[in-house]
């Protein structure tokens, strides 16, 4: 008797799939067609030239094949882009927004989310290239700074602090935050972070918060003042002790990442550090750092996570925006874009689970000779929770001022 209703679910099953997959496939065509001639305004962040012609790049596939134009609006921090539909929003503008689709995570989706900014739930999940994104092995794809994404945001890219070093001055690099700090008392000047709240900053700032804490799963709840000051008090005891020894005696910092990969070739830092793994590869291939530079991780593991794209709830260009956001996560733009000489950024796809033909394709990728390889990277560090990020920064300020070169 099981074995006969189960041979019926599993008939019920099979012939439903098909009409499923039919209606899916009828409901994108219909996004396809209202989508051509759309303009998308995306709004992403500029500062990284290598990025922004992969922004392009994407921009003109999608023009070429869908007929949908996508305009790069670039954007030095995305809390702007956040006041702006906030500000849409509180006039009433359910329609017509100036932003159809922004480069998201964290404590920005956290907001706009908070504050019901986004479109609908589950238009992530609806996307045709979705069912190539590896959500079992990768579950920040669908968890941002511990905040469910409910189909809210499209992943685009996987994220992990990582730092380089020079192998022709430094051989053997620090791998501890108490080696870091050993090493910049017996190098003055020789290392440095960008100030916060620049993400790269802030990002070095949760490193030494999560390996300092005295419970680091406090910090994946929301912001907790009652055990602020304890749970702070590490981070800043190892700051204080840090600045004096930072380039320009910490009186001064670097703008962002870019500024440290120049100040790493020019000799002026022994080590620099990014959020991209490939990063240093990318930088060699197109002759910003030595061939000698070489990448390195602490033990213990670093901060990682998931970079999104989201549409924003009033959106003038939503069907645009999703056409946009697939092409993203097809395998065609995410093997171009984890070449370390376009922009060395991992995929977010489970790349064992795609057809042998576009598998081929990450299989035929160089890395470039100084990425660690996935085993090599160490563990992965949860963000914490954005609350404790806006406390942080503001700590941050509050304790080293905001004056900086």
């Known amino acids: 008797m099981i074995q006969t209703i ?6 019920l099953v099979s012939l439903i ?5 039919a209606a899916q496939d009828n409901d994108w065509q219909a996004v396809l067609e209202k989508a051509k001639g759309q303009t998308v305004y995306f709004h992403a962040w500029g500062g990284e030239p290598r990025i922004n012609a992969y922004i392009q790049w994407a921009a003109r596939q999608v023009e070429r094949e869908f007929g949908v134009r996508v305009v790069h609006v670039k954007v030095n921090d995305t809390a702007n882009v956040v006041s702006q539909v906030l500000a849409e929003k509180s006039v009433g503008k359910s329609s017509g927004g100036a932003i159809d689709l922004v480069w998201i995570n964290g404590e920005n989706f956290a907001s706009m989310k908070d504050n019901a900014l986004l479109a ?18 990768k579950p920040t794809v669908v968890v941002d700074f511990t905040v469910p994404t409910e189909g809210q945001e499209s992943p685009w890219g996987m994220a992990k602090l990582v730092f ?5 001055r430094l051989n053997t690099p ?35 918060l ?16 009652t055990v602020a000051a304890e749970t702070f008090g590490p981070l800043f005891a190892y700051l204080d002790d840090l600045h004096p020894h930072l380039w320009r005696q910490g009186k001064a910092f670097p703008k962002d990442a870019a500024h440290m990969r120049r100040l790493l070739a020019d000799g002026e830092l022994d080590i620099a550090f990014s959020f991209n793994p490939g990063d240093a590869s990318g930088a060699i291939a197109n002759g910003e750092l030595p061939a000698t530079v070489r990448t390195f991780v602490l033990d213990g593991g670093t901060i990682g996570n998931t970079h999104f794209v989201a549409i ?50 990450f299989e035929a990728l160089d890395l470039g000779p100084a990425t660690l390889k996935p085993e090599d990277l160490g563990p992965v560090l949860t963000e914490p929770h954005p609350s404790w990020v806006v406390a942080l920064e503001e700590a941050w300020v509050a304790r080293y001022g905001s004056g900086s070169e």
């Not at 189960?6 to 008939?11: D, E, S, T």
């Not at 380089?164 to 022709?168: G, I, R």
């Not at 700090?181 to 017996?186: P, Q, T």
């Not at 999560?210 to 003042?225: E, G, H, K």
């Open 164 to 168: 380089m070093h020079d192998s022709a």
């Open 312 to 361: 924003p709830f009033n959106s003038s260009n939503q069907e645009g925006a999703k056409v946009y956001a697939n092409f993203l996560l097809s395998p065609l733009a995410q093997t171009r874009k984890q070449e370390p000489e376009i922009w060395g950024d991992p995929t977010v796809l489970d790349v064992d689970a795609l057809p042998a033909n576009e598998k081929a394709l």
């Open 6 to 11: 189960a041979a019926r679910l599993v008939l």
């Open 210 to 225: 999560i390996t300092t804490a005295p419970d680091a799963s406090a910090l994946a709840s929301p912001y907790d003042m």
């Open 174 to 208: 620090p791998s501890s935050l108490g080696e870091l700090l050993a090493f910049a008392k017996d190098n003055p000047g020789r290392f440095a972070y960008p100030q916060p709240p620049n993400f790269y900053g802030t990002t070095f700032l949760k490193q030494v």
């Open 120 to 137: 609908e739930a589950g238009w992530a999940n609806s996307l045709p290239n979705w069912k190539y994104v590896d959500v079992e092995n």
């Open 17 to 21: 799939l098909p009409e499923v997959a």
